[in-house]
C-alpha cells in the first residue's frame, strides 16, 4: 500500500501535485524564516516545548467564522512530572510584528494557569478576512520560560452575511424533451423519482480576469449548491473533495477558504473556474432518489485579491461568466460517474482558451440560504491500493480484488481508440462463481465508465462519486488489462490518526483494523451507515454507539463539531432529535435520538470541551423534555421501533430500551449541567435519573434481579447504565452470566447491547467472559466475520454464514462500523488507557490483561499530547511500559499482590521520582504519576492475573 496525497485528472494535474507538495514546503520554510523560529542555544537547555498549536481543533485553519477561537497546544518535556504554570499567547496580524513579539492583536502577557486546551481568543475584535499569527511561550514547574512555540495561523472568513458580494450562477444544461419530461415526473411522484434517474451533464463554469500589479496574497471564499471542483489557471485548487461537503441545505451551506497566491498570475489574463455536480444537494440521496434538497446546481465564489501596493480587486461569480457542459456527463454519488474523454474542453480553465461557444451563466438572487464557513474536515485520497489478484470470470469480464473493502474509487489505466468504453462496477464481495456480488447495493448503480479519446495512454479517476468496494469488475477494456489497470484510491474525511494498537493475538490485531478501516469507510462528510448502497446516511445510533472507540482512532473534534450542528438542525418541532442527520426522513428512535446527548457528552469528556455543551445545551434540553414528557411515571414508553437493532434471535423489550435511555440521557444531563455550571439543573437532572432509574426497578426488575425480557442487552442496559440499587447488581450479574453460558458464550446482542458488553462485564468481575467474547470464533463472534474474509465491521453478525450464505440483500453491508465499538474497551480495558474526568487532564493506566494476551503495545495521542502504554509478560512478571504527557498526572493501576512487589526503574515503585504510592484496591497497587515515562515491573503478577481467570 502507498501512501500518497492525491489529485484527479491525469498528467497535467499529477505536475499539480508535485507543485503543491513543492509550494507546501516552501510556505513551510516562509513561515519558520518569516516568523521567526530561530532556535538559540539556551533553547537546548530548556525543560519545557509547546507544541502543535491548533485553532478550533484543526492546524493552521483558514476561513473561520467562529467569533472567539479557541486554542490549544501541547507541552512536551524529556523530564518527569513537568508542568505548565504559566503561559503567555501572541496574536499578530503580520508574521513581521509577530517575529517582533508584537502581538497587536492579543498578548495576553503571562498568565498564571496551567491550561493548555480551548483558549478562547481575548484580543481586538476579529474581522472579516484578517489573517492572525500565533505563539505561544510556557513557564515550567520552575517558573523557567519555554522557548517560543513556532507559529502558527488561522484567517477569519466573511463574517457577515453583506461581506458577500459574488452572485450565485448556474449552467441550466439544456434540456432533451424525454429529460424535461422525466423531469416533471420526478417534481411529481416520489416513487418515479426513485427509480427513474435524470442524469444531467456537469456544469463548467469559468470567467478570467486580469492581474497587472504584483499581488501579496489571494484568498478564494467558495461554494456550491450541489459539488464543486475549483480550478485556476489550469490547476485544481486544495486536494479536497466532495466540497462543501454534506450539511442540512435546507438551512445551511459551508464555504471552504484557499489561499490562492501562488496560482495567480501577475501581468496578464488569469483564468477561474469550476466544475459543478449534483453531490448530495441533488443527487441520489439514500433511497429517497434524486433532487432532495434542490435540482438547480449553483455555485458562488469570492476571491480578494491583494496587491503590494495595498490596493485590493475581488472577483466574484456574476453574470459574467459563461458556462458549457463537457466530459462529465453524469455524476451520481451512488451511481457512479459516466466521463466521455471525447468531449474533454483541454485547457478550459487556463489563459488563451477559446470559450466563445460557451454560453452565459445564470444568476440566481432566490437564494436564501445560510453561508457558513465550513467547521469540518474535508475529504481527502489518502492512500492508493494495488491489486491482489485479477481474474476473468467470464470471457472478457476482468474482476479485481483490492484486498480490502474500503470507501473510494479506482483510477483506470487505459489505451485503445477514442470510443472505446470501459464500464467500472464495484462490489464488495463475489458471487460462487468469482463474478461480483452487487445486489446488496440495492439502488446503488456503483458504475463509472470511460469513453476514450483515443492515442496514447489515458489515466482517469472520477471526481465526483464514491463506491464502498473490495472488488473492481472491468468491462469493455480493450485487449487484456494487467495488475497497473486498476488502483484504488482510498477517500474519507481526512481526520489525524491519534491511535495505535498492537498485541499478541492476530485475531484481536485484525479486528482492531477492521475497525479503523469501518471507521475509516464510514468517516465520510457525517458519521455513516455504510458507504456502499443507497443508504449512506448519518444514522444516530449507530454514531452514538461508536463515537468513544472513533475517538480513540482519530481526532474526532472538528468532525463532530460540524455533524452535531446537522443533528441540530434536524431537531424536530416536539424536541425529538432524528434517526439520521442531516436529516433525510422522520422519525426518532431510543438510542438513535439519544445520540444529540450522548456524543456531546463524548466530545466533552475526550477533548474537555465545555463550548460545545453550551452550543447544544439548549437542543439536549429539548430531547430530554420530549422524553420527559410522553413519559408515564418516569417510564417510557417505546420510542421507535428498532430496539436492540440486529440482534440475533433476543429482542430486548421496546419499553425497557426506551426507559433505559431516558434515565441514560437524564444523567448525562446531570453531568453537563454540571459541567457548564448550571448546578440547578444537575440537580433536576440527577433527581430525573434517580426517579427514572427506580421507576426502571420497579417495572423491570424482579426482586432476585431477573430483568424484564431477559435478555443479555437488558442485563447489560440496568447494568451498565447504573440503573439498579446495588444489592440488586450481583443478582442481575449472575443473570447476565447465564444468559452467555445458554448461549455457549456467544453473542446475541444488537447495536445497542454490544457497546455495553465487555466494560460490563469488566465492571462486574468477569473479565475473563470479556475475553472470551473477543477472542471467539463461533458464530456468532468478530471472530468468524474473520474467518470468513471480513477486512471490515459488518452489519449483521451474520452479513454471512457458512451454512446460508449471504444475509438479505434488503439490509446487509460488509462495511458498517457499529459492532466495532468493542474498540472502546480494547483501548481503555486491554491496553488501559482512559480519562479520569474530562480532557485527559488526569489520567487513567489500566491495563487489565486476560486471556491468552500476552502483550499489548498501544498509543493514544491526546488532546493533551501522547499517552503510551506497552504491557507484557516477562516470566511470571508483569512490565508495564507507559508515557504520559508534560502537565498531566495519571493514576496507574498494576496488578499485584501488594506494592512491595512494584518496580519502577529497577527500584522501588514508591520512591522513585514522579511516583506516588497511593493505595492497593482490588489486586492492585494505585501509584500517582506525573509526566514522563516509567518502567514498572510487577513481581508474580501474572500468577495473580490467572487466579482471576
Ligand atoms: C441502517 C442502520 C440503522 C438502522 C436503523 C439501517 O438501514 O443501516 O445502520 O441504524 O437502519 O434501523
Known amino acids: 500500500m502507498l501512501e500518497s496525497m492525491m489529485l484527479k485528472g491525469g498528467i497535467i494535474m499529477n505536475i499539480w501535485n508535485v507543485f503543491t507538495v513543492v509550494r507546501g514546503a516552501i510556505i513551510a520554510i516562509t513561515l519558520v524564516v518569516l516568523m521567526g523560529h530561530n532556535p538559540t542555544s539556551a533553547q537546548e537547555t530548556r525543560k519545557i516545548t509547546p507544541n502543535y498549536l491548533r485553532c478550533e481543533y484543526r492546524v493552521n485553519p483558514l476561513g473561520i467564522d467562529v467569533a472567539l477561537p479557541r486554542l490549544s497546544w501541547v507541552v512536551e518535556s524529556n523530564e518527569r512530572s513537568q508542568k505548565q504554570t504559566a503561559y503567555r499567547i501572541l496574536v499578530a496580524g503580520s508574521p513581521e510584528k509577530l517575529n517582533q513579539n508584537t502581538g497587536d492583536l492579543w498578548d495576553t502577557g503571562k498568565v498564571k494557569s496551567d491550561e493548555t486546551i480551548h483558549i478562547a481568543y481575548g484580543g481586538k475584535p476579529l474581522k472579516s478576512r484578517m489573517f492572525a499569527y500565533w ?46 419530461l422525466d423531469l416533471q415526473l420526478q417534481a411529481a411522484n416520489v416513487h418515479y423519482k426513485r427509480f427513474k434517474c435524470v442524469y444531467l451533464p456537469s456544469p463548467y463554469l469559468r470567467t478570467d480576469f486580469h492581474l497587472d500589479k504584483a499581488v501579496r496574497r489571494a484568498v478564494v471564499y467558495v461554494t456550491a449548491l450541489g459539488l464543486y471542483e475549483l480550478h485556476l489557471n489550469g490547476r485544481r485548487v486544495g486536494n479536497d473533495y466532495f466540497t462543501p461537503g454534506w450539511s442540512d441545505y435546507r438551512k445551511r451551506v459551508y464555504y471552504q477558504t484557499y489561499d490562492v497566491t501562488d496560482l495567480l498570475r501577475p501581468g496578464g489574463e488569469n483564468v477561474v473556474g469550476a466544475i459543478l455536480s449534483d453531490g448530495w444537494y441533488a443527487g441520489n440521496i439514500s433511497n429517497q432518489g434524486q433532487r432532495h434538497y434542490g435540482d438547480k446546481l449553483r455555485l458562488r465564489l469570492q476571491m480578494h485579491i491583494e496587491y503590494e501596493d495595498g490596493s485590493e480587486q475581488v472577483v466574484a461569480s456574476d453574470g459574467n461568466w459563461r458556462a458549457s457542459d463537457g466530459a462529465i456527463r453524469e455524476g451520481d454519488i451512488q451511481d457512479g460517474e459516466t466521463y466521455d474523454s471525447r468531449r474533454e474542453m483541454v485547457g478550459w480553465s487556463g489563459q488563451n482558451f477559446d470559450d466563445n461557444g460557451w454560453k452565459p451563466v445564470v444568476t440566481d438572487d432566490n437564494i436564501k440560504i445560510m453561508v457558513q464557513a465550513y467547521p469540518g474536515i474535508p475529504v481527502h485520497g489518502t492512500m492508493e491500493i494495488k491489486p491482489i489478484a485479477l481474474t476473468e470470470p467470464k470471457p472478457s469480464v476482468f474482476v479485481y ?79 487484456k488489462p494487467d495488475m497497473e489497470t486498476i488502483t484504488g484510491i482510498v477517500a474519507h474525511s481526512d481526520l489525524p490518526v491519534v491511535g495505535s494498537f498492537e498485541c499478541s493475538n492476530p485475531l484481536v490485531n485484525k479486528l482492531y483494523s477492521n475497525i479503523v478501516w469501518g471507521q475509516r469507510s464510514n468517516y465520510f462528510e457525517v458519521p455513516t451507515d455504510c458507504p456502499q448502497r443507497d443508504e449512506r446516511l448519518g444514522w444516530t445510533g449507530d454514531a452514538q454507539v461508536f463515537v468513544r472507540t472513533a475517538s480513540y482512532n482519530m481526532d474526532i ?77 418516569h417510564f417510557s414508553p417505546p420510542l421507535g421501533s428498532w430496539g436492540d437493532w440486529l440482534h440475533i434471535d433476543a429482542p430486548t423489550p421496546l419499553e425497557l430500551i426506551a426507559t433505559a435511555y431516558f434515565a441514560r440521557s437524564a444523567s448525562l444531563m446531570a453531568d453537563m449541567a454540571r459541567a457548564v455550571g448550571r448546578d440547578g439543573e444537575a440537580e433536576k437532572y440527577e433527581k430525573m435519573f434517580n426517579d427514572i432509574s427506580s421507576a426502571f426497578t420497579n417495572r423491570f426488575v424482579t426482586s432476585d434481579g431477573k430483568v424484564y425480557g431477559d435478555t443479555q442487552t437488558a442485563y447489560l442496559m440496568a447494568l451498565g447504565f447504573n ?70 465491521i459488518w452489519e449483521r453478525w451474520n452479513s ?42 488526569r489520567i487513567i493506566i489500566r491495563p487489565q490483561p486476560g486471556g491468552d494476551i500476552t502483550w499489548v503495545r498501544a498509543g493514544y495521542n491526546s488532546i493533551r499530547g501522547n499517552i503510551a502504554v506497552e504491557w507484557k509478560f516477562e516470566g511470571d512478571d508483569l512490565i508495564l511500559n507507559t508515557t504520559i504527557p508534560a502537565n498531566t498526572t495519571a493514576t496507574v493501576y498494576i496488578p499485584a499482590k501488594n506494592e512491595g512487589d512494584v518496580t519502577e526503574s529497577k527500584g522501588p515503585a514508591g520512591q522513585s521520582p514522579g511516583v506516588r504510592l497511593l493505595r492497593m484496591e482490588s489486586g492492585a497497587a494505585v501509584f500517582e504519576i506525573g509526566s514522563g515515562s516509567y518502567s514498572f515491573v510487577s513481581k508474580g503478577a501474572k500468577s495473580i492475573l490467572m487466579q482471576k481467570h
Not at 488561522?154 to 449552467?171: C, F, P, R, V
Not at 445486489?439 to 492515442?455: E, F, V
Open 800 to 841: 454471512f454464514t457458512k451454512e446460508n450464505g449471504f444475509n438479505d440483500p434488503g439490509m446487509n453491508s460488509f462495511n458498517h462500523y457499529a459492532f466495532g465499538s468493542v474498540g472502546e474497551w480494547m483501548f481503555s480495558t486491554l491496553a488501559g488507557i482512559d480519562t479520569d474526568g474530562a480532557g485527559f487532564k
Open 557 to 633: 473534534g472538528a468532525f463532530f463539531t460540524k455533524w452535531l450542528v446537522d443533528l441540530e438542525d434536524g431537531q424536530f418541532e416536539d424536541g425529538s432529535f432524528p434517526s439520521v442527520a442531516p436529516t433525510v426522513h422522520g422519525g426518532t428512535a431510543a438510542g438513535w435520538g439519544d445520540a444529540g446527548v450522548v456524543c456531546p457528552w463524548t466530545i466533552h469528556r475526550v477533548y474537555g470541551d465545555t463550548r460545545i455543551l453550551e452550543k447544544h445545551y439548549d437542543a439536549m434540553v429539548r430531547w430530554v423534555d420530549f422524553l420527559d414528557q410522553r413519559s408515564k411515571g
Open 135 to 180: 505563539k505561544v511561550q510556557v513557564w515550567d514547574g520552575q517558573d523557567m520560560p519555554s522557548a517560543w512555540s513556532e507559529t502558527a495561523l488561522w484567517s477569519t472568513g466573511l463574517l457577515k452575511a453583506e461581506d458577500w458580494m459574488a452572485e450565485w450562477i448556474g449552467y441550466d444544461v439544456p434540456l432533451s424533451n424525454r429529460q424535461k
Open 723 to 792: 440503573l439498579l440499587p446495588d444489592k440488586m447488581r450481583p443478582r442481575a450479574a449472575e443473570r447476565l452470566v447465564d444468559r452467555l453460558r445458554e448461549r455457549d458464550w456467544r453473542l446475541s446482542t444488537g447495536f445497542l447491547g454490544l457497546n455495553l458488553l465487555l466494560p460490563t462485564l469488566t465492571k462486574v468481575g468477569r473479565i475473563d467472559l470479556a475475553y472470551r467474547l473477543l477472542t471467539n470464533r463461533e458464530f456468532p463472534s468478530w471472530g468468524y466475520t474473520i474467518d470468513q474474509g471480513a477486512t471490515t
Open 401 to 479: 480484488n483490492l484486498g480490502q473493502n474500503f470507501s473510494g474509487w479506482a483510477r483506470l489505466r487505459v489505451r485503445g481508440k477514442a470510443g472505446d468504453k470501459v464500464v467500472l462496477r464495484f462490489a464488495e464481495m463475489l458471487n460462487p462463481d468469482g463474478t461480483i456480488y452487487t445486489t446488496n447495493l440495492r439502488g446503488a448503480r456503483a458504475t463509472d465508465t470511460y469513453i476514450l479519446k483515443g492515442g496514447g495512454e489515458e489515466v482517469w479517476e472520477p471526481r465526483f462519486t464514491f463506491h464502498g468496494f473490495q472488488y473492481v469488475e472491468v468491462t469493455g477494456y480493450p485487449g
